[in-house]
Antibody
Framework: EVQLVQSGAEVKKPGESLKISCKGS????????IGWVRQMPGKGLEWMGI????????RYSPSFQGQVTISADKSISTAYLQWSRLKASDTAMYYC?????????????WGQGTLVTVSS | DIQMTQSPSTLSASVGDRVTITCRAS??????LAWYQQKPGKAPKLLIY???SLESGVPSRFSGSGSGTEFTLTISSLQPDDFATYYC????????FGQGTKVEIK
């Protein structure tokens, strides 16, 4: 069974760093792209970036380039989303999802989401 | 980025109604279009991919059509479990989502 399991909710202060994770199982982790999506409270889905764990090829949405870093550790089938300096506006639910073998494929399996709250 | 525009933003309907949601792309995306359903507090769920292919396990009352720049998601007979928000997503270039359509009870 394909599963993506995300790390738990986080409460952070502005200026702090954060790294959240997404662990894949039940499939060949290195053969499928992983994507990250932000959903701010009461708002829609925003694509942040995608990574191919097989070779760490990473693409960012222009809206998030330079704001976050996406990485993967294929030895433990885990993808990451990290911030070096959080802002209150980063408060949101973050989802990871599996794409197919190419970037034009749909996002077929999703993690349960990680809620990030940034507040002083 | 390719912009995706959904209409309407909100749709009020009754159980048994036929419901249609439209998604327009700012440029041609061939058939690289997917539809997702999201319920409150839950992750999105893939319904339709390649504009008209039904994801495994999704009820046949859901269907998709279109190509190029205009696409539709149709629910042939709305069921209580279908009240949710629906998003389109293009993957012709870097993936972008529509702003969502909330289907609510009339």
């Amino acid at each position: 069974e394909v599963q993506l399991v995300q790390s738990g909710a986080e409460v952070k202060k502005p200026g702090e760093s954060l790294k959240i994770s997404c662990k894949g199982s039940g499939y060949s982790f290195t053969s499928y792209w992983i994507g990250w999506v932000r959903q701010m409270p009461g708002k829609g889905l925003e694509w942040m970036g995608i990574i191919y764990p097989g070779d760490s090829d990473t693409r960012y949405s222009p809206s998030f380039q330079g704001q976050v870093t996406i990485s993967a550790d294929k030895s433990i089938s885990t993808a990451y989303l990290q911030w070096s300096r959080l802002k209150a506006s980063d408060t949101a639910m973050y989802y990871c999802a599996r794409l197919g073998a190419t970037v034009v494929t749909p996002w077929d399996y999703w993690g349960q989401g990680t809620l990030v709250t940034v507040s002083s | 980025d390719i912009q995706m525009t959904q209409s309407p933003s909100t749709l009020s309907a009754s159980v048994g109604d036929r419901v249609t949601i439209t998604c327009r792309a700012s440029q041609s995306i061939s058939n690289w279009l997917a539809w997702y359903q999201q319920k409150p507090g839950k992750a999105p769920k893939l319904l339709i991919y390649d504009a008209s292919s039904l994801e495994s396990g999704v009820p046949s009352r859901f269907s998709g059509s279109g190509s190029g720049t205009e696409f539709t998601l149709t629910i042939s007979s709305l069921q209580p479990d279908d009240f949710a928000t629906y998003y389109c997503q293009q993957s012709n270039s870097y993936p972008t989502f529509g702003q969502g359509t909330k289907v609510e009870i009339k």
